[in-house]
């Protein structure tokens, strides 16, 4: 099984649990960091959702009538069905469809969106910039980026319960509430490895964006970067 598939697999296994997991070791921060980022978006037709799990960013952006039409794809079959519910409960099927996809190879013709947005996805990615580079392809000249992503602080005390919480609180409530002994563990670690700041503002220069601008939140934890095609 390649990494893709593994990623889904993984996916596949906490989905049930993902959401509530999700609030509860985010103390509900995670919500406030959706709303956040998706108020820096201009109001467009069309938009594409990278990873969109079980919804939450594309549910946001039409509620906050940020895109008229929301796509959202994703390795993880049972994030889908679980993203679908949601849509269905809110009525929102004509605005918001989930399908199975890969960033690293986009089924849309170049230019074809207007906004392409990733929540909490990219440092789970095979390749980090050959999807970029297909979220730059997907959109049209003159395109809206959105990327939410974890980080890592910059103050040495902020970080340094900011690790205890994450190498032993989180694994282990996550492992007790998802009954899944690896997953979390892997979360961690895709964090800790992942690059932040200006470092990921290389990678998107580096895949042809421009205007690129990046802000912290939560004491840095979580960073939202925007760029433009």
Known sequence: MGIEGNIGHLFNRI???YDRLNHLLSFNADRRWRRRAVRKLTPCDKALDVAVGTADLAIEMVRQRKAHHVTGIDLSEEMLRIG??????RQLDDRIRLESGNVLDLSCPDGHFDA?????GVRNFSDLDRGLREMHRALRPGGQ???????YPDNKI????????FTKIMPAIGR???QDPTAYTYLNLSVKNFVWGEGFVQHLQDAGFHNITF???TFGITTLYLAQK
Do not use: P, W
Not at 116 to 120: D, G, L, R
Not at 158 to 165: K, T, V
């Open 158 to 165: 902020i970080r340094f319960f900011y690790d205890f919480y």
């Open 84 to 89: 679908r519910e949601k849509v269905g409960k």
């Open 145 to 151: 980026l959105l990327i939410l992503e974890f980080s």
């Open 116 to 120: 392409v947005t990733c929540a909490y």
């Open 215 to 217: 802000q912290t939140m």
């Open 176 to 178: 007790k509430v998802s």
């Open 15 to 17: 989905a049930g649990t």
